[in-house]
Nanobody
């Protein structure tokens, strides 16, 4: 059974940093692109970052470019999202998702397994 478990969320002040992790199981991690999505209260889910199966290509939404970095270790089966210079508008539930193949997509319906998410709250 495919499973994704996120960790690393928390409460942080503006300008602070957090590192999210996603632990996959039940599938061959190294052949699938992975994505990070977030859902803020009262808003639709939005793609934050995505990374190809080999880690060579990545995508970031404009709002996080230069502040967030997604990476993966296919030997250790781990996915991370390093978030720096956090802002109140980054407050959301962050979820990782498994893509349908090696190339990433920004479209949520291209992802077929989702974690339950980890809450990130940025407030002073």
């Amino acid at each position: 059974q495919e499973k994704l478990v996120e960790s690393g969320g928390g409460l942080v002040q503006p300008g602070g940093s957090l590192k999210l992790s996603c632990a996959p199981s039940g599938f061959n991690f190294d052949i699938y692109a992975m994505g990070w999505f977030r859902r803020a209260p009262g808003k639709a889910s939005e793609p934050v970052a995505a990374i190809s199966s080999d880690g060579d290509s990545s995508y970031y939404t404009d709002a996080v470019k230069g502040r967030f970095t997604s990476s993966r270790d296919n030997d250790l089966d781990t996915l991370t999202l390093e978030m720096n210079d956090l802002r109140p508008e980054d407050t959301a539930l962050y979820s990782c998702a498994k893509g349908g193949g090696p190339r990433f997509s920004r479209a949520p319906d291209s992802y077929d397994s989702w974690g339950r998410g980890t809450q990130v709250t940025v407030t002073s």
